[in-house]
């Protein structure tokens, strides 16, 4: 744990301003007075992009590999043509600095909204965390096409999988579910029909099994795990998987735990040579920017998870349970503003 914090923030687009705002006013608030924080913030987004027709200079890049963590709001606006900040901002930061695992944690907090018919203690039991490898898979640009454009046109996006990123990710969700209470990991892949990506990633879970055996392991081919998301979610503790199924798996897993307002990520690089970066699942939500609305608990959640992986484990709780507490006496008959939900559980984390 150190006793100094040297942040990156890149609020970004829309609400990405707003949730940023209260995530920082948080983790002051949480923040023993002899821990330094130490923010510079970073103008990259869709209204840079349109000023200078930049996404993430190099100079800047270099800049933030010398911060200990990255808080970002949110990227992205639709006068922005589709891909060119996904791939040129977002995507570009997670190769760069190797953030080969996302980390999504969901958990059903009392008192909060969900799709799902569940009693009391099944909506205890729903707490788990999927790792998702973030730098294979078919995201990685290794693709083209042909005869653009025309009836005869061919396109190809190949899934990449390495023995050494899918081992990597895979002992890094054996450690996570090893430090957890129940200890279970469930690989999600799709082994019958992939079979040869699905093979490795197979053979590689297996292989770094032996060294956990304190960890009970599953296998689901990914169309049964949506399933066991909606209806058995509590079946789960830390589930591991590549990066398509994981994008796809972790919506789901938010809209069946409180949505979108309360889901947190990680891009982490665990060896800690780059910094990770810590972000609310959603977007920039145009349609409600600017108006104070957006919920800014997913990028406090965030901080959460900021906090711990840089060794604040003791102010990760006292986020989490100030989340907690104050998800336990919302009531949805009194909206509050964003700045409201900020101050509140700014008030409940302060020392
Ligand atoms: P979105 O997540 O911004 O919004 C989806 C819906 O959820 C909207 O109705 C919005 O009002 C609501 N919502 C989102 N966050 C909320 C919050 N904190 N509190 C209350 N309501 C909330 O997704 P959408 O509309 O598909 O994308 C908008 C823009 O954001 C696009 O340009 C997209 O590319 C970008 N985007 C960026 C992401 C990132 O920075 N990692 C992730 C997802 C989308
Ligand atoms: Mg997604």
Redesign the pocket.
């Known amino acids: 744990m150190s006793r100094s914090i040297n942040l990156a923030v890149v609020p970004?687009?829309?609400?990405?301003q707003e949730?940023v705002a209260q995530g920082l006013k948080v983790l002051r608030s949480v923040l023993p007075q002899d821990v330094k924080l130490e923010t510079k913030e970073y103008d990259l987004g869709?209204q840079r992009w349109h000023r200078t027709g930049e996404t993430l200079p190099d100079a800047e890049l270099e800049s933030l590999k010398g911060h200990d963590a990255i808080l970002?709001?949110?990227?992205?606006?639709?006068s922005?043509p589709?891909g060119v900040?996904?791939r040129g901002l977002?995507l570009k930061l997670r190769f760069a600095f190797d953030h080969y695992v996302n980390l999504r944690p969901s958990k059903l907090f009392p008192n909060t909204a969900t799709p799902l018919a569940v009693g009391d203690e099944q909506r205890g039991a729903i707490d788990f965390v999927v790792v998702r490898e973030g730098t294979e898979g078919p995201y990685t640009g290794n693709g083209g096409s042909l005869r653009t454009g025309t009836p005869a046109e061919v396109a190809t996006e190949v899934s990449v999988n390495t023995a050494y990123g899918v081992e990597r990710v895979v002992r890094d969700a054996y450690e996570r579910a090893n430090a957890r209470p129940r200890k279970k990991l469930t690989l999600v892949h799709k082994n019958n029909v992939l079979v040869y990506a699905g093979h490795m990633w197979k053979n590689i879970f297996d292989k770094v099994g032996q060294e956990y055996p304190d960890v009970t392991t599953d296998y689901l081919h990914v169309d049964a795990a949506t399933i066991f998301f909606v209806t058995q979610p509590e079946r789960f503790d830390v589930i591991v998987t590549d990066n398509l199924f994981g994008d796809i798996l972790t919506d789901l897993a938010a809209a069946v735990t409180g949505g979108?307002?309360l889901a947190a990520s990680g891009n982490i690089n665990p060896t800690g040579e780059f910094p990770s970066m810590f972000?609310?699942?959603?977007?920039?939500?145009?349609?409600?920017a600017g108006q104070g609305?957006?919920?800014?608990?997913?990028?406090v959640l965030s901080v959460a998870l900021l906090l711990r992986h840089l060794g604040h484990e003791t102010e990760a709780v006292r986020i989490e349970e100030a989340v907690a507490a104050d998800l336990a006496e919302r009531d949805a008959s009194v909206p509050r503003t964003t700045d409201e939900i900020g101050d509140a559980l700014a008030v409940r984390v302060a020392s």
């Open positions: 970004g687009d829309g609400i990405g949730v869709a970002l709001g949110a990227i992205g606006d639709p922005v589709s900040l996904e977002l979108i307002g972000e609310p699942v959603h977007g920039s939500a145009p349609d409600i609305k957006a919920d800014p608990t997913a990028t």
